[in-house]
């Protein structure tokens, strides 16, 4: 986990407190209040300058960017059109 400066870390503290409270306001204050959890978390972890938590998983972490379990192959293969489908079987060629 990255470390952070108490700066940051008590800001965060500070906005998700206006959040419980319902007085945490998206823009500015004359901005609707935020009812999303994530939302507030966005909004403190600009307010503090932080760099937002990669949520997703990508190529780059394993090696020549393979994909480690079947399931996440199976994800990213090209789907084959049933028109090409036809097409192939028409003019005779066989996958």
Known sequence: MAQTSKKSTKKVAKVMH???????HSGSKK????????QA???????????KKSTTKSKAHSPKGEYKSTAAKKKHEKKESPKMKAMEKKMGRSS
Do not use: N
């Not at 206006?18 to 945490?24: A, I, N, Q, S, V």
């Not at 901005?31 to 994530?38: I, M």
């Not at 978390?41 to 760099?51: D, N, R």
């Open 18 to 24: 206006e959040f419980k409270g319902g007085m945490l």
């Open 41 to 51: 978390i966005a909004i403190a972890m600009s307010e503090a300058g932080m760099k």
């Open 31 to 38: 901005g609707p209040v935020v009812k999303s959890r994530k």
